[in-house]
């Protein structure tokens, strides 16, 4: 199946900012979305408790940000996202609760201009299943660790796959009967329709070794449950 472009991916979240304002409702289709939100911004604010940048990619709604400001008061906070109604949202939400710059950039992060070793803090939450293929998941991996400071993390929240193809339809198969419990069979098929026409995740141990491999000093495994994980790396 042909994948969805960066414009279609775009206008979908341009229609479903509501939604995405509102984290019990938002991600509901996201097994422990409020749990690895939880456990990634305390990670970073305990790797980086002096922070003063944070970079939130693919920001949506700002949900990220406005936890890391939860922890971490007055950070300066850039947001990036494919989508300006999206940003506009999230520029509201977090200018009302941090007196640090906030700064929103619409664009993809593969190609939007940002300074590099100038953020104490990355988060990256269900966004980064968009890469393609090998080489567009390293270039954006080591994009990313360039624009971090030494010392800084970026915190990965979203959806994988597993290496072995068996476990993987184990845990797909597993993931859709979660689906079907929340809202049915249509429902079911609506979220898995749209995972395989939009999505691209890779494993988690993917993700781990490719983020050693350009030049995180270390790599930590916080939480996963079925085909979500919670993950990140130190500069």
Known sequence: MKKSTIEEIKERFDNDVERFSNLETGQVATIDATI???LITEASKRIVPNAKNVLDVGCGAGN?????????????????DLSLPMLNRAFERVSGETKGKVEIKQGDI????????????ILAGAVLHHLRDDEDWETTFAKLFNLLKPGGCL???????????????YTWQRYGE??????GTEYRQKVLDYIE????????NYQLDLMKKVGFSKVEILHKNMCFGAFGGIK
């Open 36 to 38: 690895s939100l939880e």
């Open 64 to 80: 990220y940000t406005l936890k890391m400001l939860s922890k971490v008061q007055n950070l300066n906070c850039t947001l990036v």
């Open 110 to 121: 593969r190609e939007v201009a940002l300074e590099e070793n100038s953020f104490d803090i």
């Open 155 to 169: 915190m990965i929240s979203d959806l994988i796959t597993q290496d072995t193809e068996l476990l993987n339809e």
């Open 178 to 183: 979660y689906l079907e419990g929340i809202g």
């Open 197 to 204: 026409k939009e999505d691209s995740p890779r494993s988690m």
